[in-house]
């Protein structure tokens, strides 16, 4: 991180609010590695406490040191400003005023050289001009850290004055975050824990890095979905405080060293609609960054969206200073701005040395000034100089890199020392940081009893680093270096040797004398600086390695976590490792493993899984994560057949006996599911039961009910039924998992035994279940099966949105992304299916869709969203042909690789457009494709309404006496499972089967053919179907035409073409004006 050291505490809450005790506090992830291992007790004798009072003393009086007096006979380059970027400036002050106007969003990105001003551009363009101005860094030997520059960005948020003593910006983010977004946040900023009140029930279990998702595309993934909450969470932080300190200017340098999923959250934050008070600009040095950079195709990939989004890209570019711009510089400088032919020959000498590069000018300046060649007369109170000595003691330094090397190698040596030690720390670093390692190292000049000495030395030393311009104060004693040059300069004096020697003692002081706050938010600094060579620390890194990594799992940085998995495993002792270090082995590997996985390095996935599961001394507990990285692989790369089959394989090990044969699978489904039938008939568990039963603490049991969960997911996409009922009906009780399994249970009540009264009751149990479950990861699983799969078939769909609604804010919250999006995916369902307004329902998804496919939650999902949003697009716009589901938002031909479940919701969104648009043949040839497919989701209830009324329609042009009978028994078949669907208390297609009595008594010639089609309109409107209103209006009008009643079918027509104006379909109504212009005379 680029806070390479020691927590900067808020100079308004003191030292402890930082940490924020009795807040959502993360630190239980390190602390669990600490119990497991050991303690972390880095023995402190007291001369090392001594100096770390020290150090908190000298951080206090930082601020203290005396700051360079203004003297007529000293250069002020503090007033200078800047000289040749007017143009520069002015547009990024009107980027900030269309910011401030919220009319787009901005992003600007400042391009130039090494040394060119790009920063110094960004800063005194806009720092007063802002209401919060905040600037981060990349850093070159901290470019695999991903975010660091967003956590350090959000960290100096959090202790900024504004925000710190703003009552609503706490509030609302209490409000706006979840309660899983809140731990990772916090953990990645320590400091924003002061704004969280700690969450009432336990989140034990959803501690960053620990996955709790069933979901196949999660299964055994261990924090992968981490990655898109933590920015999702960095978003929403970044909005709260742009929408109450408007405007905000997020500035991030170095962006050549940035990392992917950095730019990625950049792109992503550009995009956001949402936050219009935001002003993002990002600098680049242009010659590191070719077309084939990261940063050059996320550039390429705005500008293609540049004119769909509310999204403005200004590009600037920070050139060298030309040798008039040098002249402007010199003559502020020189108060020689009355006389410009004066200062010119020095402007043209200055600008030849140092090719107009603006740092290197201002060094090469200073350099003119410390050795007398520039002077100041007292008797003529001007500057002197001479052309040609400047010229001759000059020649020998080719460039000013140079002339950096030889201004510090002339330097003492302990400030030279000093400088190398800061080095180590990178880009900003804390004063009291730079003093410890300093005060500890074996080649400082001052005994080790002299404390006082110590405190004096240092800061004469630092005063000099200062003065001498490689070192600039920051903020809350915060040092940075002056330029990127300088510390490039200074670390090229050690020979690669010295400076992985170097490194590692300076990870040694700061593993000796800081303390555990301040370790854990320097964890990956100090770990970096102990790989950097051989140790005799052994077994203690190979441990701290292991925190590490864990640490970049809650981050989602897998490669991170990989190579301190690899740097842990080769501290292991090579000989008793696994005789007595086994746990920590273990845990090292499967680390390795999973971090594999995530990154799709199968490879060195499968050696380090094969290293724990073929050992003898592993239990089969200890291989669970090996196995759950393997099948987390395998559903990665869509063998999810595959995933199945080895989760029944590691079932049977840990004796949850499931066949393996398919007819040996059919008949223990059969044997299971009568089992489960007749228990329901001997007891039916009930609330008041389910507070008496014990929570499952078997830690056994407790991996074969994930494993059994993580099965039934994969069975069920499969269409795996023996499977999936196998699973389901398996399940023990009561644990985390069993909220799924009760829901499960409801499913097979209600659709497979036919029991409704169960199914219902079961799934209400599974709503109620987490008041009595100490973890809860699971509810929005059991909201999404209870509510959109077993509920919404026998009460009023519409009453069921707002508790899908809640299951979505639910998974958010503890980062069960899957099932999140799958109540958003039903939410969406039933808004269409129960005659909600198109455009309401267009909102949802333009809504929930970006953030979908954002947060990378299952494409299925997806697709499901992107299917009813096309049937909207084909329904308000004229399609070509609108009864297939291409165009905007996806084409038909995509479909053909989705999951069972994906394709089911397009047939009926495809065969709904059909019915709407006339098209029975099609829709009648879909359902018979479809003729032994059962539909268990929200839109289940009208896909036999809509398979009987395409048969019925498309019978009146049958020419075929057989095709005309099969239509005619299909439809029988599919009209009596909608009275069925009535007579168990549906209540959702009362007016779909009065609609078919209709169709079948016109088809049959009955003579209360009218008044069906009445009752039918009269249910839809009553229930608020507006669509199918619409139906049967048109329908009752092409009935009452073929009678040759066009007063009537004139009336209906117009009723029909009303509804379908006030649902939103727009192409409907348009096709029925062309189609029918007699009867609807407007």
Excluded at 211 to 237: H, M, V
Excluded at 393 to 406: P, W
Aim: hydrophobic residues 40%; charged residues 20%; proline residues 2%.
């Amino acid at each position: 991180m680029k806070r390479s050291t020691l927590v900067r505490k808020s100079r308004h809450h003191g030292n402890s609010t930082n940490r924020a005790p009795g807040k959502v506090d993360l630190r239980h992830s390190s602390n669990t590695a600490q119990a497991d291992y050991g303690s972390f007790a880095r023995r402190k004798p007291s001369s090392t406490m001594e100096l770390r009072v020290m150090a908190t003393s000298l951080e206090r009086r930082l601020t203290a040191f005396p700051r360079a007096s203004f003297t007529m006979d000293k250069l002020r380059f503090e007033g200078l400003g800047l000289v040749g970027r007017d143009h520069e400036t002015a547009v990024l002050q009107q980027c900030l005023l269309d910011t401030t106007a919220r009319t787009v969003n901005q992003l600007v990105l400042i391009q130039g050289v090494s040394g060119s001003g790009k920063s110094a551009l960004a800063q005194t363009a806009l720092t007063t001009k802002a209401k919060v101005f905040v600037m981060s860094k990349f850093s070159r030997d901290r470019s695999d850290q991903p975010y660091s520059t967003i956590i350090t960005a959000c960290h100096d948020l959090a202790t900024n004055h504004q925000i710190v003593e703003h009552q609503l910006i706490p509030e609302q983010l209490q409000s706006q975050l979840g309660a899983f977004e809140i731990q990772l946040l916090v953990h990645a900023v320590p400091s924003l824990g002061s704004c969280f009140v700690s969450p009432q029930k336990s989140q034990s279990s959803n501690e960053p890095g620990t996955n709790n998702s069933n979901t196949y595309a999660q299964q055994g993934g261990g924090g992968g979905e981490n990655r898109d909450l933590l920015e999702s969470a960095f978003r929403k932080f970044l909005r709260i405080v742009s929408a109450n300190l408007a405007p905000l200017v997020l500035v991030i340098d170095d962006l050549q060293w940035a990392d992917s999923q950095t730019i990625g959250f950049i792109k992503g934050l550009t995009l956001d609609t949402h936050n219009p008070n935001l002003l993002l600009v990002g600098c680049y040095r242009s010659n590191e960054v070719d077309d084939t950079h990261i940063l050059s195709q996320m550039v390429r990939e705005l500008k293609q969206q540049e004119f769909d989004t509310k999204v403005e890209i200004h590009e600037l570019d920070c050139n060298s200073l030309e040798e008039d711009q040098v002249n402007q510089i010199l003559m502020r400088l020189l108060d020689s701005e009355d006389d410009a032919d004066k200062t010119l020959p020095l402007a043209k000498l200055c600008h030849a040395r140092t090719m107009g590069n603006a740092f290197f000018l201002l060094v090469f300046i200073r350099m003119l000034e410390k050795d007398k060649l520039l002077t100041f007369n007292y008797g003529t109170f001007t500057w002197k100089w001479d052309i040609d000595t400047i010229l001759s003691k000059t020649a020998a330094t080719s460039n000013v890199v140079e002339l950096l090397t030889n201004k510090i190698k002339a330097l003492s040596p302990d400030l030279v020392l000093l400088l190398q030690l800061a080095c180590c720390l990178g880009t900003e670093f804390h004063a009291s940081a730079l003093f410890l390692v300093w005060a500890t190292s074996s080649s400082s000049q001052v005994e080790d009893n002299e404390t006082r000495a110590k405190d004096q030395w240092f800061k004469k030393l630092l005063e000099g680093a200062i003065q001498e311009h490689f070192l600039e104060r920051a903020d809350e004693g915060c040092l940075r270096w002056v330029h990127d040059k300088v510390q490039e300069t200074v670390t090229a004096l050690d020979s690669q040797e010295e400076l992985l020697k170097r490194k590692q003692s300076v990870g040694r002081s700061l593993y000796k004398c800081l303390d555990d706050e301040d370790f854990e938010e320097s964890l990956f600094v100090v770990t970096d600086l102990l790989n950097c060579g051989a140790s005799d620390l052994g077994l203690e890194l190979a441990k701290l390695n292991l925190r590490a990594a864990k640490k970049a799992n809650a981050l989602s940085a897998f490669k991170l976590q990989g190579n301190y998995a690899q740097a842990g495993i080769e501290n292991l002792p090579e000989n008793d490792c696994w005789l007595y270090h086994k746990d920590l082995a273990v845990d090292l590997y499967s680390m390795q493993a999973q971090a594999a996985s995530n990154t799709g390095d199968f490879d060195t996935m499968h050696q380090s899984c094969q290293i724990v599961l073929k050992h003898p001394q592993c239990s089969m507990l200890d291989k669970i994560p090996c196995y759950n990285a393997e099948i987390h692989a395998l559903a990665r790369t869509s063998k999810i057949d595959e995933a199945m089959m080895l989760t029944v394989e590691v079932l049977n090990m840990l004796g949850c006996k499931i066949p393996l044969g398919k007819g040996s699978q059919i008949r223990a489904a059969i044997k299971s599911l009568l089992r489960f039938k007749r228990q329901m008939k001997k007891k039916t568990p009930t609330l008041e039961g389910l507070a008496l039963m014990p929570l499952m603490t078997d830690p056994v049991q407790k991996a074969v009910m994930k494993l059994l969960a993580g099965a039934a997911t994969f069975a069920y996409h499969t269409k795996a039924m023996p499977l999936w009922l196998l699973f389901t009906t398996t399940m023990y009780y009561l644990a985390d998992h069993s909220q799924t399994a009760f829901a499960s249970c409801g499913l097979i009540a209600m659709h497979v035994l036919g029991n409704w009264e169960m199914g219902v009751h079961f799934a209400s149990l599974a709503c109620k279940m987490n008041e009595h479950l100490q973890e809860s990861s699971q509810e929005a699983a059991a909201i999404a099966v209870s509510r959109g799969l077993i509920i919404n078939w026998r009460q009023p769909s519409r009453s069921q949105q707002k508790f899908l609604e809640e299951g979505y804010e639910k998974g958010m919250a503890v980062g069960d992304l899957e099932w999140a999006f799958a109540c958003v995916v039903f939410t969406i369902e039933v808004s269409f299916t129960s005659g909600q307004k198109l455009g309401s329902v267009l909102e949802d998804i333009n809504t929930y869709l970006p953030q979908c496919e954002a947060l990378h939650a299952s494409n299925d999902y997806a697709w499901m969203i992107r299917s009813i949003w096309q049937a909207i697009m084909n329904l308000t716009q004229n399609a070509k042909d609108p009864c297939v589901l291409t165009g905007d938002a996806m084409k038909e031909e995509d479909m053909v690789g989705a999951v069972p479940t994906t394709h089911t919701v397009f047939h009926i969104l495809k065969h709904f457009v059909c019915v709407v648009f006339g098209n029975y043949e099609l829709g009648a040839e879909l359902a018979l494709e479809r003729a032994k497919v059962k539909t268990m989701g929200p839109m289940g209830p009208c896909d036999h309404f809509l398979r009987a009324l395409s048969f019925y329609a498309a019978m009146n042009s049958c020419h075929s006496k057989s095709q005309r009978r099969t239509f005619r028994r299909a439809a029988k078949a599919s009209h009596k499972v909608v009275k069925t669907l009535v007579k168990k208390g549906s209540v959702n297609v009362l007016h779909h089967l009065e609609l078919l009595n209709a169709e079948r008594a016109a088809l049959d010639g009955g003579k209360n053919v009218n008044d069906l089609y009445s009752a039918a309109g009269r249910s839809a409107t009553r229930g608020g179907y507006i669509q199918d209103a619409a139906i049967v209006s048109e329908r009752h009008a092409l009935f009452l035409m073929e009678r040759n009643d066009d007063a009537g079918a004139a009336f209906r027509m117009k009723d029909a073409v009303e509804c379908y104006h006030a649902w939103g379909a727009t192409a409907k109504v348009n096709q029925l004006r062309e189609k029918y212009p007699q009867f609807l005379d407007f």
